[in-house]
């Protein structure tokens, strides 16, 4: 379980590195350098800094805002924080023990990495337990290992947890999920408390787990025997015990659910230290040979240039204020209707802020999945006093849109092209409030564009579910339609599923916080890729021609590439990608490849400069995954094209079966 430590704060936590250099009897390990590191491209290393300098936005950052337990509540959410020794994938105090916990109570400063900008390490102080930021504080791991998996809901105690860990330099994954094997042991009765020196070892309990961490630290009854982790502690206990000891090659499992992120379970399996979380992708379609999805970007100077909806309707919330108001903008249906591809199933939609919400295509008699094709019901217009909050200081609707007035209660809502699902740039006649995170670190305002979808089940605004009053006329309703709780404000990014296949998500940290001071968002996934494929033709093209012709093996091969990426792109202008890709995967490819598949350049290829030939090759790549996409999408038959000489004698085969003009 023992650590190699630097700075207090920054560990090498795994393996038992540190008991293998006490053995040893190795102290320290101490490096001094003298020369400086150059980068190999230093212009490019500088380019690369800039677009990072003007793209990122720390105070944005949910890595650096919440640190790497930033996403303890969504993994319990998805069943896949471990909880109770993995007994369980949902924790009852996620939200408690969450990074944005942390930030509004303990977190005293953002540490980081020498060099990194993005700072998500953490600094914490709870002086009630003794814990000072000279440890830091609690990352993902320890909130897991020292919270979660044991059972533990008090930040303060994991907190605790983890700086006892560093005094002793412990590996606070091997040392929690060690606890949390005795933990279960204990509740099936295989150890008892005459075994734990008295403690109550029960799942939760924080006292006992911190009085266990600090006797393993100092080898001492019951934690004497926990020291060796426990695989061997479960083997010299017997009975059962060693059923219940989550190791591979003895080492503790990490704080991540293989069963849930099974990309893991094969590195777990492989690694040569057992159950390592660094070894592989969390995620089984996280792979570095696909290309991203294809996407299109939409300013709102060109959303506004399509047709306009406007529509009034009532967004009734659970907890916050419900409002009636009069939101104009862009269909989702119009929208997307000439973008999909036939795989298409339907969108995921995302803010900034983290927020999601999923959309079907079509009409689902699900709660809370608001369709993007097809109309909404009408609605009638509901008023009374006791709910308006200008009437009455315990009301919970606004009625002040100006879109509200000489509306009666029981007035049919009107709009004369019905309710649809709606990507909103104006309410009431104004353009959204562009959102921004405030101090708590939650969003005002809802611009530039806002995802507002109509009620499924229209009805009256219904009070809060949290006001202690619920003796009114409309009180708060479980089974109504809470419309705006699924209304997704900020939007930035619209994901059409499922991903074409050969193809990633695209940058999403691009597209969060900047384009929403841009008044940007982009639609990627299930969609028509062939302005992509012509974006990046043309980008290859541009290539080509900035390339030096010493870059060729010789000096006409430069001009014979120009042309051969400009019959691509006008045979996919023309629809025809069964010729493109013949071209690209019969001629392209294998004449750019030799930096790739060989030692060295050979005879046929094109490309001297080994730097030319990666990016050709990647650009390529991509665009034979884009064009597969197209293909698979529309089957056109090839075109009798054989009155072209020079392309007969490139395609022989097929200009053999149409003759040749």
Known sequence: MANIVNELKHFNGRSGLGAVMGNKRLRPIVVRGHDRIEPKDKEGLQACLKWFRDHYKRDADMLHKFGTSRNVMAM??????????????????????????????????????????????????????????????????????????????????????HQICGEYVMDTISVGMTIAWAMECFEKGILTSADTDGLDLRFGNAEAMLTLTERIGKREGFGDLLALGSERA?????????????????????????????????????????????????????????????????????????????????????????????????????????????????????????????HPLYPDAAAGLYHIFGDYPAAAYYYESVADMAKNPAGWCKYDAP??????????????????LLLAIARDGAHLTTGVLNKQNKLDGEGPFRVVPPQKLPGPPDQRSTAANQSVIWPYDVNADHNAGFSTRSTTIIKVEPLPEGTTDINLLEAGWPYVDEAKIVVYGAIDPVPNILEKLDALEATLEAASKKDFRNRGLKELLVRQVKTVERFVEWGWYGLALRILQNELLPETDACYVRPARHSNDLIADCDLHKQVQWALNEIV????????????????????????????????????N
């Open 625 to 660: 995954v884009l064009v597969n996409i197209a293909k698979a999408e529309k089957v056109t038959q090839p075109p009798p094209i054989c009155h072209i000489s020079r392309l007969c004698l490139r395609h022989e085969a097929l200009c053999g079966t149409q003759g040749r």
């Open 76 to 161: 319990s959410a998805d069943s896949i924080l471990p909880t109770r020794n993995f007994l369980e994938g949902q924790f009852e105090h996620a939200k408690e023990i969450s990074g944005q916990t942390m930030a509004e109570t303990i977190l005293t400063d953002e540490g980081t990495c020498y060099a990194c900008a993005i700072a998500c390490k953490r600094d914490v102080d709870v002086p009630e337990r003794g814990v000072t930021s000279k440890y830091g504080g609690p990352e993902y791991e320890t909130i897991g290992s020292g919270g979660s998996v044991c059972g533990v809901g008090d930040l303060g105690a994991i907190a605790k947890f």
């Open 403 to 420: 879109s509200t007035a000489g509306r009666n209660n029981g007035d049919p809502i009107v709009n004369p092209a019905g309710l649809k």
């Open 234 to 358: 479960a083997r010299r206990i017997g009975n059962g015990a060693e059923e219940f000891a989550l190791t591979v090659k003895k080492q503790e499992l990490p704080m991540h659910e293989p069963r849930g992120k099974q990309g893991l379970s094969l590195a777990y399996a492989t690694a040569p230290a057992g159950a390592d979380h660094m070894r592989a992708p969390h995620d089984p379609a996280d792979d570095p040979t696909k290309v991203p999805a294809p996407y299109r970007i939409f300013t709102r100077e060109q959303l506004l240039q399509m047709p306009q909806q406007s529509q009034f309707l009532l967004m009734n919330a659970s907890k916050s204020d419900d409002f009636y108001a009069q939101y104009g903008g862009v269909t989702l249906e119009n929208l997307l209707d000439d973008l999909l591809l036939g795989s298409a199933t339907g969108t995921v939609v995302y803010a900034p802020d983290g927020f999601s919400q999923s």
